[in-house]
């Protein structure tokens, strides 16, 4: 027996209901008790009353009186945590670009394989995309003796950096200069911001740091370094739009318009990245949202399927792929995750 939240399974409805799922995923037709007798060793009337039982249990329902069986979003549910469980095998494993010059072409490479392994809309995320972290503040000063004007250096947790020239408003000695960005560097290898924190929201606790050194200066160079942190907010990589319109009949009109228009508007689309990230850390791997269960009702003839990767232990961003509901989930939980476990491994060994 396999319990199913709510509900109870004998191994013979566990193994009706996957097998109804293969083959309505393969060929998009309502499955038959017929069609599902010829590839098990049971009997038509047999698999008549699983079918049955599953469609009072919600996992199944039907187009119409005489037609075949079609899963539920609960019985997709069911199929995907059961592959998950089991481990989905990595048919082929996803090699991550090389010949790269920095981060984001390697972000846009993994993207486009992705995409072309899996006829599929593929997403990549990095961390300048979803929040950042500030790891270190330097400076560099532009005349001698000037207390006032220096080049700021902000650099990200990601290995990404910006710059910008600041005047204080106040003259400050060099020594004294030096001794802020010290605290400042020290207070921030203590609690680096995390994504979404990019914008100094500890500032208060920031200040309290700094709170032996001059007030103005202090908040001059707060403000830039959150400024400069923002100004890091890159790295979003999508590929494969046409793929997805060559599958007009598994994605209906509405569906296909709604995607369009999620991924024509970044900030839902950083949403849904975001949302995809924290599952993928809370659940130490690969993650599928099954049509509303993204947040997006109108994508409710759709599905994700995303993956945390990392870069020396720290969650860096997410890898995913986006389609119909009636995709091929072994496949695509398997290039996720090949993907994931390829990009963490090429950033840890070459940044």
Same mark, same amino acid.
């Given at each position: ?29 309502? %499955? ?38 079609? *899963? ?24 991550? *670009? ?25 997403? %990549? ?11 270190? %503040?330097?400076?560099? *000063? ?45 207070? #921030? ?12 929201? #500890? ?6 740091? #700094? ?92 599905? #994700? ?18 389609? *119909? ?27």
């Amino acid at each position: 027996m396999v319990k199913f939240p709510g509900m109870t399974l004998s191994d013979r409805q566990r193994e009706v209901l996957l097998k109804t799922l293969e083959l309505y995923i393969s060929t998009g037709v309502p %499955v038959s008790s017929g069609a599902l007798a010829e590839t098990m060793e049971t009997s038509s009337s047999t698999v008549r009353a699983e079918l049955a039982a599953l469609e009072a249990s919600g996992l199944l329902t039907h187009p119409h009186t005489s037609a075949g069986r079609v *899963p539920t979003d609960v019985g997709y549910r069911y199929y995907v945590d059961a592959l998950i469980a089991e481990g989905s095998p990595v048919a082929g494993s996803f090699e991550a *670009p090389e010949g790269y010059g920095n981060v984001d072409e390697l972000l846009r490479g993994v993207s486009e394989g992705m995409s072309e392994v899996s006829r599929m809309l593929a997403v %990549v995320a990095g961390p300048g995309a979803l929040g950042d972290a500030v790891s270190r %503040v330097d400076y560099v *000063p532009l005349r001698e003796g000037d207390g006032g004007s220096l080049l700021l250096v902000v650099s990200m947790r990601s290995g990404s950096s910006s710059s910008a020239r600041l005047s204080l408003p106040v003259y400050v000695e060099e020594e004294e200069l030096g001794e802020i960005l010290e605290a400042l560097n020290a207070w #921030l290898g203590d609690r680096p911001l995390e994504p979404g924190n990019t914008g100094l929201k #500890l500032a208060r606790e920031v200040r309290m740091a #700094l709170s032996d050194y001059n007030p103005f200066a202090v908040g001059a160079v707060l403000e830039a370094v959150e400024v400069l942190g923002r100004a890091t907010d890159r790295g979003l990589f999508v590929q494969g739009g046409s793929a997805l319109l060559a599958r007009l009949d598994d994605l209906d009109p509405a569906s296909l318009s709604a995607v369009v228009e999620i991924f024509e508007r970044r900030r839902w689309l950083l949403r849904l990245m975001g949302d995809a990230l924290q599952r993928s850390v809370s659940n130490s791997g690969v993650v599928v949202s099954i049509g509303a269960e993204s947040g997006f009702h109108n994508l409710q003839n759709t599905s #994700l399927v995303a993956a945390a990767y990392n870069h020396r232990e720290v969650p860096h961003g997410v890898v995913s792929l986006i389609g *119909p509901k009636r995709m091929d989930y072994d496949a695509a939980i398997s290039t996720v995750r090949s993907a994931a476990e390829a990009l963490t491994d090429r950033l840890n060994t070459r940044f």
